[in-house]
């Protein structure tokens, strides 16, 4: 069992559609994080949570909804996206109040959105 | 405030030469310092780190050596495999205890047979 299960692998929707992006930790941390990963643009971090509550949303519009109900757990919620979206989104988890604390990331969901 | 500074790629090298990846750092404190690999279709993993001056983190013959008075940590290797050829990040962590990972840009690694 992987440390960072991220499901769908690949997910294509419509820009209508809704759907959700899942994550799930199983290294007991406390920290959860969401990053974009666009071609030919740098890593993007999207939020984070620490112990269940969001403490840095970097500017993401609003058709991007995260939620984290418990601290393994991490949903990335998706309505009305446009093209552009499209996107490796990856989720990673750390144990805060670590300086040395790495990030773990999951494999990543491929998200088309046509 | 934080930032990391990746040599511009991509890299093409043939098998078994020597590997050098340029980065240097400008941070406040006293950062942790991180090598990770993203292979093609997957995550990133954490390759190798060092957490103070002079440290040297190494794993699977790659080392890297936290450098404070030039600010660098690069990345090496004797001799590259075609099983090595990935997107190579540098990041750094500052000095806070829930300060943030910032990454560079990556740098793609090609290595022919």
């Known amino acids: 069992e992987t440390g960072v299960t991220q499901t769908p692998r690949h997910l294509v929707m419509g820009m209508t559609n809704k759907k959700s992006l899942k994550c799930e930790q199983h290294l007991g941390h406390n920290a959860m994080y969401w990053y974009k990963q666009s071609a030919k643009k740098p890593l993007e971090l999207m939020f984070v949570?620490?112990?269940?509550?969001?403490?840095e949303n970097n500017s993401v519009p609003s058709r991007f909804s995260p939620e984290c109900p418990n601290s393994s757990h991490l949903f990335l919620h998706l309505h009305t996206l446009q093209p552009e979206d499209s996107a490796l989104y990856l989720c990673?988890?750390?144990?805060?109040?670590?300086?040395?604390?790495?990030?773990?990331f999951g494999e990543g969901s491929r998200l088309t959105v046509l | 405030g934080d930032s990391v500074t990746q040599m511009e790629g991509p890299v093409t090298l043939s098998e078994e030469a020597f590997l050098t990846i340029n980065c240097t750092y400008t941070a406040t404190g006293y950062p942790s310092l991180f090598w990770y690999v993203q292979y093609p279709g997957e995550g990133l993993q954490l390759l190798l780190k060092a957490t103070k001056a002079d440290d040297k983190g190494s794993n699977k013959g790659f080392e890297a050596t936290y450098r404070k008075e030039t600010t660098s940590f690069h990345l090496e290797k004797g001799s590259v495999q075609v099983s090595d050829s990935a997107v190579y990040f540098c990041?750094?962590?500052?000095?806070?205890?829930?300060?943030?990972?910032?990454f560079g840009k990556g740098i793609t690694l090609s290595v022919r047979p």
């Open positions: 990673a988890s750390s144990q805060e109040g670590r300086r040395t604390g790495e990030l773990f």
């Open positions: 949570y620490s112990l269940e509550e969001r403490v």
């Open positions: 990041a750094l962590r500052g000095g806070g205890a829930n300060s943030k990972l910032t």
